[in-house]
């Protein structure tokens, strides 16, 4: 649809991933909403949040949160195999890779497109990052292993992505910080991977009756009639 120029000239197409910023922009106001719930409990330590990452588009938008004002004092980016900026923040050079399919799939990005927009925020300066960001990797033994111990700890069925962006937490967090975790997909998602850590959970069925819903074949230009309305 995209590279269908009769169809752009009638109607105007975006995505709704993190490549675009208006994504981004929304983004920031959950980083504010969680110090407004936090900043009560403070008390003179620091906020330090973790975020799973991937495209590194949730990051970003933190980023952007900080550098407007948001008082947190820095951010740990958590990754799974696809740790392309994990690599750059330690050694210095981006290296973009192929993906590598894991538990956690909206984090499989090897060439994130937002690490552009990072650059851009600290003028390519790795030093200045550094003290905003630091990084962890965690494959998806310790992924599964986590969302285990959470339910049993906390009765608290975390997604795979919130898993890595808690064990990211867990291994960083110093005496003087509070940390928030990002959660960033209802586990029912993924169904077929809790049920690994968690033999007994119960897939709950959703819903759909009050949606409104579309049915379409897979041909283009069944999407294109929906498109054009």
């Known amino acids: 649809a995209f590279n269908d120029t009769e169809l752009r000239n009638e109607i105007s197409l975006s995505s709704a991933n993190s490549i675009n910023i208006a994504r981004l922009l929304p983004q920031m106001l959950y980083y504010f909403f969680a110090y407004k719930l936090l900043k009560s409990k403070l008390n003179n330590k620091k906020l330090v949040l973790s975020v799973p990452s991937g495209n590194l588009g949730n990051l970003t938008a933190g980023l952007l949160a900080k550098k407007i004002g948001l008082p947190v004092d820095r951010f740990i980016a958590a990754h799974n195999a696809n740790d392309t900026f994990n690599q750059y923040l330690k050694t210095g050079k981006f290296v973009k890779?192929?993906?590598?399919?894991?538990?956690?799939n909206a984090m499989d990005v090897g060439n994130p497109s937002n690490f552009e927009r990072i650059e851009y925020l600290y003028k390519n300066n790795l030093t200045e990052l550094k003290k905003d960001v630091s990084s962890n990797r965690f494959n998806d033994m310790a992924t599964i292993e986590e969302i285990k111990k959470c339910y049993h700890q906390n009765n608290y069925i975390l997604d795979p992505h919130g898993a890595i962006g808690k064990l990211a937490?867990?291994?960083?967090?110093?005496?003087?910080?509070?940390g928030v975790f990002l959660e960033t997909a209802h586990p029912q998602k993924f169904s077929e991977i809790i049920v690994k850590a968690i033999p007994d959970y119960k897939v709950n069925e959703i819903d759909?009756?009050?949606?409104?819903?579309?049915?379409?074949?897979?041909r283009y230009n069944e999407l294109r009639k929906i498109l054009r309305g």
């Not at 937490?169 to 509070?178: C, D, P, V």
């Not at 759909?208 to 897979?218: E, F, W």
């Open 208 to 218: 759909l009756k009050s949606c409104r819903k579309i049915s379409m074949n897979k």
């Open 97 to 104: 890779r192929d993906s590598i399919l894991t538990l956690s």
């Open 169 to 178: 937490l867990s291994e960083n967090l110093k005496e003087n910080e509070i």
